[in-house]
């Protein structure tokens, strides 16, 4: 069947029909941005002017910084510019560049999370080989695979979209093009397509969950053989890691680990993983790890010194 595409642009609903309640959002979403650009640009400048880089943890930590950045980004300038808007229209282009977008640096941020995992694994169960196997050549070749991987995801979601028909009606009860909200709206049957969508989708995020819950399962009996002073560490490490992926992993199995349906949370959800995740993760990985707070006091603190001595 030859394919037919009459619709050029895609109108939102947006996160709610209520003005009052837009101008509210605007204003929240408007500071959580701010906050995830800060936050993750404070995280990148301190693992870069401290030197940070040759340690595995903030090596992957910087960039799991700027994935956050780029995610959000994706989403949260346009639904925040859309909340004042009467009309919340994207091109057909835009939106399957969006959707690129929200699938490559949303696969990234968990094969990201799942390599961070490996690492305290083996910080914490082999310690005495841990620095010839995270060597900075096998951790750039892992950052490598963490982009290939989100590429190729992204690719495939994509391309499954991209070769159906749109004939109209164009509107998506969404914020943002996800593969769900658009394939409800192609004038054809998108079940194979849907199935296919979920089984791409749901395989990384459970597959990734399966192997995070494997290694920090595996990290928590190893610790019972250290001292108190390490489990301790070990655990405030891991604590961070563990917040993080259950915050990020829990609504992304509630959006992709199903048939292909939309549900009226679905936007709020979507909050989460989008807007609320990539603002978390520098106050989570900051609050927990006193070697970031360390590295960020003497940052901080070299700052001052240098402005002090340059007033004299």
Not at 110 to 125: G, K, P, S
Request: charged share 15%; hydrophobic share 50%.
């Amino acid at each position: 069947m030859e394919k037919i595409n009459n619709v050029t642009e895609f109108i939102f609903w947006g996160l709610s029909q209520s003005p009052e309640i837009e101008k509210a959002c605007f204003v929240v979403f408007s500071v959580f941005y701010i906050i995830i650009l800060l936050g993750n640009l404070l995280i990148m400048l301190t693992v870069c002017l401290n030197n940070l880089f040759k340690s595995p943890m903030y090596f992957f930590l910087s960039f799991l910084s700027l994935v956050d950045i780029c995610y959000s980004s994706v989403t949260a300038p346009k639904m925040i510019v859309d909340l004042l808007a009467k009309d919340k229209t994207i091109s057909y282009m835009g939106c399957m560049l969006q959707l690129f977008g929200v699938h490559f640096f949303g696969c990234t941020e968990i094969f990201i999370l799942t390599v961070m995992a490996y690492d305290r694994y083996v910080a914490i169960c082999k310690p005495l080989h841990y620095t010839t196997i995270m060597d900075q050549e096998r951790c750039n070749k892992m950052l490598l695979g963490t982009w290939v991987g989100g590429f190729l995801h992204s690719i495939i979601q994509v391309a499954l979209v991209v070769q159906l028909p749109f004939c109209g009606p164009n509107e998506i009860d969404h914020y943002f093009c996800d593969v769900h909200p658009v394939l409800k709206l192609a004038c054809t049957d998108t079940y194979i397509v849907g199935v296919v969508v979920t089984v791409n989708s749901g395989t990384i995020a459970l597959g990734s969950f399966v192997i995070l819950l494997i290694s920090y399962s595996i990290i928590l009996v190893s610790l019972r053989k250290q001292s108190a002073e390490g489990r301790r560490k070990a655990l405030s490490t891991c604590g961070s890691h563990i917040a993080v992926v259950i915050i990020f992993f829990g609504p992304c199995t509630f959006m992709y680990m199903r048939p292909d349906t939309t549900f009226s949370e679905d936007k709020m959800v979507a909050v989460f993983y989008t807007i609320i995740t990539p603002m978390l993760n520098p106050l989570i990985y900051t609050l927990r790890n006193a070697e970031v707070k360390n590295a960020m006091k003497k940052l901080w603190g070299r700052n001052v010194f240098l402005e002090a001595k340059g007033k004299k």
